[in-house]
């Protein structure tokens, strides 16, 4: 796809999260809500007068609220404001940081403050989830977003022992990052001497998809302000400049696929992150990039999903995962916040991935900030029936 | 001094030393600064994994000066009072580099006033002290249960509580297949009944184990009133309402020409498909369009119904069924089969028989996997639940 | 700013009370098809769609991520899709962000919605409400609605007879557009004598249940005559949004819609609505609104609603002759039904209703109740 030129440049200029937990009875929705507002609000030095425009997104069913930003307006500040309910299931957070790069980018609004949020504790998510399948069929036959169906390829192409090692390895590692991450929603402690014991003891959810792998169920919000070239240059904060996002999606029917070579599936991660790389110019994402916040699900897919994100042929993601290469000081360090098993309101989840990225390369990521420079980061969203969205952020305006 | 907690300030700085963890100060440079107000000002100085604390009057230096009382700062420190809330309500402010401050909750190891010092084991031992009367039979009205809690490691012991007739009883003792026994290391029970850690952590870990009716485990929280170790106080907070709803509202969904031809067909013991126009792939169930070509997909054939497992998901979880509230039995198997007709990822997604969830072979490229044949209900209406499941075509 | 973006097809299923006979799917679908045959767009990574906006609610759709069962119809298999919760003009507003922003330049802007497949939508729009005070006090976008229409025809002067008359010539309207849904006419009398639904709000007042689909190509000013000979252009966006609860709000203000239109005349340069603009299509849910959003967009003085009424306003201002809200769309689709009657006015292909050669005209949308939310547009022959 051709490069197309952006209309004017635009910049994260304020991130604000709540802690993010299982429960969170001390407040409802708007209250939770206006929490993270405040703290970005305060990261940017300005106020809820210098905002032009709100974009909210969460899913309806979590929470049964229909149109929730109507009451959310409480604690959004979008009294008096344009607003907009932007909204693609998981990939929910990131449709939003897009969505407030287009309206800033179009000239029509300069200031534009994103705001997704989840409170699942509200909620049966695993039945909310399940809710996404078509009713005629295939909402009798699932189990939310459960398969183990990575793991069974995995083990088929590298090997049980590897394959299994491989998402524990990855899964501590996130655990180890989280614990540096005071927004954790869950922070284990695990050590890689466990590793045999949890491959052992974790109860198995799917197949070898254990509960130790997969992603929480969060409540929380994240709220990311983005501003104009001209405005951004004049906030409390250097500004993280938005290079370029893209969103893929892929058609509904879900069937579970790879176990036929002769039929090989294109997966989306891997044309969204062709396409970008392609009409950005990077040839090896794996060395442009100094970190990749990833939408993880679970320790399998994370571990599987590295290799179709860094347009990888063959085991380079499993020898990222095995030399800890992926650590906080490692070569490709990914999700230093610990990631999605560390914290999962998932409205929110994939736009704390881009608010987290954007921290890395401002240098505030507090105890989990990556030592050296973060000139480039990526984030991903995932969502659907493996919906994909990357955006890619970075500390100069060079490209 | 904290009137509120019966805690001083000072013995918050004093410990500041003996707490100090110089991993987590790697590459910090700075001063940080303490304003509580009423009571006196302190500087925290680090660098070189070093750290110095001294009573200041200037702290112009500091990246980030915190401006409190002396009850919010003592609270915070103890954990009873949420720091967030604090800096929400303006109770505890930050003038500075409210990131930079975040660094220095890495730098030291939690307070712990010099005034309690239980072990492992005199908390389990009052816990289990206190358990009978931190029964709540309104709770649990009809509730006949047996609770084993096998604790393990130093201080630990073996306690079992019957639930009848809205009494509790607790004996330190084993018993025989108990409703639910719970098995944990006493360290990590002492930390889930302060609150430190949640149970689905540990079990996630693997660090705890539920053995016999889990979601009894899961009820533990209602059937006894929350532990208070001795000198905290009872439920400081205000007690929260939580509003529990049940929603619905009933549906009718259109099936259409294309899903209603399938769903016709399965009333009628037959599965269709229907097959691309230009790549040739077949839908199953079909769709309006085949999105690879963006073209619409009129024909239909008709594929199966025996065919080979290609995956077998063993589902050991399982959520209720949204439109029924039902849950199914796990662990079950939920198949993706290439039923005859169909090739490469042209398969057709539904359950096993759970007797023989264990007994399939997977496919995996040219290997074929274990042949299934489907078994229908007797009064079919038109639902994907007219194939109850599939079994294994012997 | 002078920035505009095109309109080069629509396309829409016939608005019907109950769409029984097809899924959501198959009535896009019959939307897309001409949409792709008429302009020749393809899905091409270099030129052609490759981001689609969808306009569709969970609650209504009873799924978790309503988006997720049409990425095949909508053709995004391997492109992008965004969904707008929100009252379709703002779908509109967005798409046209996307492509002024430069990263897109042709965008598929499509949506559905099937209000007959719950068993009450008045269910439906209490969930919009939390959980611990309005939802158990039987709070719905009818019910809400009609606190506004008291307090708002009190102020100005609007009558039972006022919403009679209304009520007859949308029906009038309707009868002569093709896509809108076919009701029976009535008489004024019929009207007033209709059963209360909420007090003022008679059966007749409020729209009726609806299923519809619609689709539109849009794409920059460059791109525009690779797809058609006379697009419509958007010139101008604004939306607002007021305070939840009613107690906070003044009810009868119309805050937000002032700002919404207001935003949406800068942008395009209207000084003076009622002179420039040929004609208005108002999201009309009940009757009360269509003399209340006219006050709002600045066309009608404050607060003399009731006269504008018996002056034949609607008829002088050319306002709703497709037959607005009030003859039937479904929910989070008025903006998108206002702004198709729009297109086909401004390119002369309004049949009987056709006016004569219009230039501008305005569409508005309303999210919750009581005008809560308003999203404006204008577009330009």
């Given amino acids: ?81 344009d607003s907009f309910r932007i909204t693609t299931g998981g990939t929910t957070g990131a449709t939003l940081a897009c969505a407030a790069d287009n309206l800033v980018a179009s000239e029509m609004y300069d200031v534009v403050m994103t705001v997704g949020f989840e409170k699942l504790q509200e909620g049966h998510t695993t039945g909310g989830i399940t809710n996404m399948a078509d009713p005629l069929w295939s909402r009798q036959l699932q189990t939310g977003a459960l398969t183990g169906s990575t793991g069974y390829k995995m083990e088929k192409e590298f090997g049980e022992e590897r394959a299994n090692r491989a998402a ?122 100094d970190v990749f916040e990833m939408y993880d699900p679970s320790g399998w897919w994370g571990a599987d999903w590295m290799r179709e994100f860094f347009l990888f042929e063959n085991d380079e993601h499993l020898k990222l995962i095995e030399e800890k290469e992926i650590m906080i000081d490692g070569k490709m360090p990914i999700n230093p916040s610990g990631g999605v098993t560390a914290a999962n309101p998932i409205g929110a989840t994939a736009l704390v991935r881009v608010a987290e990225a954007a921290l890395q390369v401002r240098g505030d990521a507090g105890g989990h900030q990556i030592p050296g420079d973060v000139n480039h980061a990526l984030a991903s969203g995932f969502g659907g029936t493996m919906w994909t969205v990357l955006m890619m952020l970075e500390r100069e305006l060079s490209w | 001094m904290s009137d509120q907690f019966g805690i001083k300030v000072e013995e918050i700085f004093d410990t500041m030393e003996e707490r100090f963890r110089p991993e987590g100060a790697e590459g910090v440079d700075a001063s940080y600064g ?124 073996c306690w079992t509580a019957t639930i009848k007739d809205g009494t509790c009883v607790l004996k330190e003792e084993r018993i025989e297949k108990p409703t639910v026994r719970l098995e944990v290391g006493a360290a990590d029970w002492v930390d889930v009944m302060l609150g430190k850690v949640d149970a689905m952590t540990l079990l996630s870990a693997g660090k705890a184990a539920i053995e016999g009716d889990s979601s009894l485990a899961l009820k533990l929280g209602e059937i006894f009133s929350k532990y208070i170790a001795p000198g905290e106080m009872a439920e400081p907070e205000q007690e929260l309402v939580r509003l529990k709803k049940v929603i619905s509202v009933d549906h009718r969904f259109a099936t259409g020409p294309v899903m209603g031809k399938f769903l016709q067909g399965l009333k009628n013991k037959k599965i269709i498909a229907n097959k691309c126009p230009k790549c040739g792939r077949l839908q199953l169930p079909p769709r309006e369009v085949c999105a690879i070509c963006r073209v619409r997909v009129p024909g239909v054939v008709e594929v199966g119904p025996k065919g080979h497992i290609t995956i077998n998901d063993i589902a050991y979880y399982s959520s209720p069924d949204p439109l029924t509230g039902e849950t199914r039995e796990t ?25 023989q969830i264990f007994e399939v072979e997977e496919s995996w490229n040219e290997k074929k996997g274990t042949r299934v044949r489907p078994v229908w209900a007797e009064n079919r209406i038109g639902s994907i639940k007219d194939i109850l499941y599939f079994e294994i075509d012997k | 700013m002078g920035k505009r973006v095109a309109i080069c097809a629509l396309e829409q299923v016939k608005n019907e009370p109950d769409i029984w006979y097809q899924r959501f799917q198959g009535m896009l679908l019959d939307c897309l098809e001409p949409i792709l045959e008429k302009t020749g767009v393809t899905f091409d990574m270099d030129k052609g769609i490759r981001n689609v906006i969808t306009c569709s609610d969970d609650v209504f759709d009873a799924r978790t991520i309503s988006d997720s069962g049409i990425t095949d119809v909508v053709g995004a298999h391997f492109r992008g899709e965004e969904k707008m919760a929100q009252d379709s003009i703002n779908g509109l507003g967005y798409a046209m962000a996307c492509i002024l922003s430069g990263h897109d330049d042709v965008v598929l802007y499509m949506g559905h919605c099937k209000e007959s497949q719950a068993e009450s939508r008045y269910m439906n729009t209490n969930l919009a409400y939390d959980p611990f005070y309005m939802r158990p006090l039987g709070i719905d976008f009818l019910s809400a609605n009609a606190f506004q229409a008291r307090a708002y025809m009190e102020k100005a002067g609007v009558d039972d007879d006022h919403l009679a008359e209304i009520v007859v010539r949308s029906r009038k309207n309707a009868a002569k557009n ?178 004569k050669k219009p230039k501008k005209a305005l569409a508005h949308g309303v999210t919750g109740a009581m005008g809560q939310h308003h999203g404006v547009v204008i577009l330009e022959k």
């Fill in chain 2, 331 to 355: 662990p079950y198997g939920s198949i993706n089969i290439l039923l005859d007709g169909c090739k490469g990822n042209e398969t057709f997604w539904h359950l096993l028989r759970r007797d």
């Fill in chain 3, 178 to 355: 093709p896509y809108a849904r076919e009701n029976e006419m009535v008489s004024g009398d019929q009207v007033k004598n209709s059963p209360y639904l909420a007090d003022p709000i008679r059966e007749l007042h409020f729209y009726p249940m609806t299923d519809w689909a619609f689709g539109m190509l849009l794409c920059s000013e460059e791109r525009a005559k690779e797809f058609c000979d006379n697009p419509v252009w958007v010139t101008g966006y604004g939306s607002c949004m007021d305070s939840y609860f009613p107690g906070d709000r003044d009810i009868i203000s119309n805050f937000a819609l002032k700002n919404a239109a207001s935003r949406a005349y800068s942008m395009a340069g209207v000084k003076n609505p009622q002179k420039e603009i040929d004609l208005f299509e108002l999201t009309d849910q009940s009757a009360y609104q269509l003399p209340m959003w006219a006050e709002g967009v600045g066309i009608v003085d404050e607060f003399a609603g009731g006269k504008w009424i018996e002056e034949g306003g609607p008829d002088k201002s050319q306002v709703n002759l497709s037959g607005g809200m009030l003859n039937g769309n479904p929910v989070m689709l008025g903006g998108a039904a206002r702004v198709a009657e729009a297109w086909y006015q401004l390119r002369g292909e309004a049949g009987d209703r056709q006016l």
């Fill in chain 1, 1 to 81: 796809m051709a490069k197309k030129k952006k209309n004017r440049n635009v910049a994260i200029v304020g991130v604000g999260q709540t802690q993010y937990s299982s429960h969170r009875e001390d407040v409802n929705q708007p209250e939770m809500i206006h929490e993270a507002v405040r703290l970005a609000l305060a990261d940017a030095g300005i106020t809820i007068d210098d905002v032009d425009a709100i974009v909210h997104g969460n899913m309806e069913l979590f929470e049964m609220i229909h149109q929730p930003d109507l009451w959310h307006v409480l604690g959004t500040g979008g009294y008096g404001k």
């Fill in chain 1, 168 to 289: 524990m390895m990855y899964r501590i590692i996130m655990d180890k990052h989280a614990c540096l991450n005071h927004n954790s929603h869950r922070s284990f402690g695990l050590d890689f001497d466990q590793m045999d014991e949890l491959m052992e003891n974790s109860p198995r959810l799917v197949g070898d998809l254990r509960l130790i792998h997969m992603c929480s169920q969060s409540d929380g919000c994240c709220v990311v302000i983005f501003a104009s070239e001209k405005k951004a240059k004049k906030m409390a904060k250097p500004p993280v400049w938005v290079r370029d996002h893209i969103t893929v999606h892929r058609e509904e029917t879900f069937n579970i696929f790879g176990f036929d070579e002769n039929y090989p599936v294109p997966m989306t991660h891997r044309f969204a992150a062709e396409q970008l790389f392609a009409r950005n110019g990077i040839d090896s994402p794996v060395d442009y990039f």
């Fill in chain 2, 34 to 157: 303490y304003d509580i107000q009423g009571v006196g000002k302190w500087k925290l100085t680090v660098k070189d994994g070093q750290m110095k604390i001294e009573e200041a009057n200037d702290l112009g230096d500091c990246v980030a000066v915190t401006i409190t009382d002396a009850d919010t700062f003592v609270g915070v420190n103890i954990g009873q009072v949420d720091a967030m809330k604090a800096f929400n309500s303006g109770k505890f402010k930050v003038d500075g580099d409210l990131g930079a401050l975040g660094q220095t909750a890495k730098m030291f190891t939690k307070f712990v006033s010099g005034k309690k010092e239980m072990t492992v084991g005199d908390f389990i031992q009052d816990m289990f002290a206190t358990l009978e009367e931190r029964f709540q039979p309104k709770n649990v009205e009809g509730l006949d249960v047996t609770i084993t809690y096998d604790i393990q490691g130093d201080g630990g012991g």
